[in-house]
Nanobody, 119 residues
Framework: QVQLVESGGGLVQAGDSLRLSCAVSGGTFSRYDMGWFRQAPGKEREFVASISRSGGSTRYADFVKGRFTISRDNAKNTVYLRMNSLKPEDTALYCC????????????WGQGTQVTVSS
């Protein structure tokens, strides 16, 4: 069974940085496209960033471009989200997700890690 476990969230001040990690077990990590999503209270879940299986292709939501960086280490079965210049509106539960080849949507989801940014 594939499991995704996020870590690295916390309470920070505006302008601070955090690095989220998502460790994947129970599957072949290098075969999954990976993504980060977030959900703030009372809002829909939204896409943050994604990275291809090889790490050669990344995509970002407009609201994080230039501030967040997604990366992966296939040797460690881990995907990361480096978040710089955090804003109060970045406050949300951040979840990672994995998508197998040919899948239309993400197959696997973690429970999430909370990020709270104070002003």
């Amino acid at each position: 069974q594939v499991q995704l476990v996020e870590s690295g969230g916390g309470l920070v001040q505006a302008g601070d940085s955090l690095r989220l990690s998502c460790a994947v077990s129970g599957g072949t990590f290098s075969r999954y496209d990976m993504g980060w999503f977030r959900q703030a209270p009372g809002k829909e879940r939204e896409f943050v960033a994604s990275i291809s299986r090889s790490g050669g292709s990344t995509r970002y939501a407009d609201f994080v471009k230039g501030r967040f960086t997604i990366s992966r280490d296939n040797a460690k079965n881990t995907v990361y989200l480096r978040m710089n210049s955090l804003k109060p509106e970045d406050t949300a539960l951040y979840c990672c997700a994995g998508r197998t080849i040919y899948a239309n949507d993400y197959n696997y989801w973690g429970q999430g890690t909370q990020v709270t940014v104070s002003s």
